[in-house]
């Protein structure tokens, strides 16, 4: 496998190293009408929630191609090529990957005192911050107390239309060795970063604290280009806002998620570590000298 540089890993949660089952139901994707695609495929990761998906697409797959007619996708998670790092670099880009085996809430469970009657469920609003991925709580004698938030970020693509065509051909049996697909850290890290500063803060006056759940790879891209190492700290439980981030490779012929570290901050913390790096060293030519350049180019208008 040396010789593969970008491809996916998963498609509609089938392994493409691997032939498709001869009775699975991702063959009638192969056989669809094209004005009229097929998508009642089930994702294995969201049909281990059954209860918690119920209503609207409930356990089928939902990552779509955005041309019409919205064909599914199916993409999970992606291998690439990281060029400075002369590696291999596995993505998920599908959250709903990160359910598998609910690893990500047994690890969850360090939160909570009482371990036996925990639950979770999905998409609760948060005032006009958006909603919560998935809340985690203990629940007895009918009373909901110690809740969590936990938000799960994927990483975003470009050119997704070499995955399309990956897609395609995985269906034929015929994958190639590489497509020209890319990754989108820092339209994500922008995303995550903003999304959870602002949600954090009214949680934290409601006494809930914020976990989320990322890739170690995507962590360490955070840490390169915003101020996480110096405001984030080995996890402390009393903490306001937490990140566990996972490794995702195969092992036993499974991709699997590992937990591989627990950092935490407060409010003020994540505030600060918002900020991008080397910002101060920025010095005012290296504003003006592309501005000369496009005077000279002819490329500035008079107002």
């Known amino acids: 496998m040396d010789n593969i540089k970008n491809i996916p890993c998963e498609l509609f949660g089938l392994d493409t190293e691997k032939k498709i089952p001869d009775n699975s139901e991702v063959l009638k994707v192969k056989n669809e009408n094209p004005n009229y695609p097929f998508k009642e495929v089930n ?3 969201k049909e281990e929630f059954q209860k918690v998906f119920e209503g609207g697409l409930g356990i089928y797959c939902d990552k779509i191609r955005k041309g019409r007619p919205n064909a599914l996708i199916g993409n999970c998670s992606l291998r690439k090529y990281n060029h400075r790092q002369k590696e291999h670099e596995n993505w998920i880009v599908c959250p709903h990957r990160f359910l598998h085996e609910s690893t990500i809430f047994k690890d969850a469970k360090i939160f909570f005192d009482k371990k036996n009657n925990l639950r979770i469920v999905k998409e609760i609003k948060i005032g006009e911050q958006g909603s919560s991925d998935f809340m985690m709580f203990d629940y007895e ?44 850290k820092k339209m994500s890290s922008k995303t995550i970063l903003i999304q959870l500063l602002h949600k954090s803060e009214v949680l934290k006056k409601l006494n809930i604290k914020t976990l989320l759940v990322i890739q170690d790879n995507f962590l360490e891209h955070l840490k390169e280009n915003y101020e996480i190492s110096r405001n984030f700290r080995k996890q402390d439980l009393k903490d306001q806002i937490h990140i566990h981030a996972y490794s995702f490779n195969k092992k036993n012929n499974e991709y699997k998620l590992e937990l591989n570290e627990c950092i935490s901050t407060d409010l003020e913390g994540l505030h600060l570590s918002t900020k991008g790096k080397k910002t101060s060293e920025l010095k005012i030519q290296s504003i003006k000298e592309p501005i000369f350049t496009r005077i000279k180019e002819g490329k500035s208008n008079m107002i």
């Open 141 to 184: 004698n009918n009373k909901i107390e110690n809740l969590l938030s936990i938000e799960i970020q994927s990483i975003g693509t470009s050119n997704t239309g070499d995955i399309w065509d990956a897609r395609n051909d995985f269906l034929k049996g015929n994958l190639k060795n590489s497509y020209n697909f890319g990754i989108n």
């Open 43 to 45: 994702c294995p990761f």
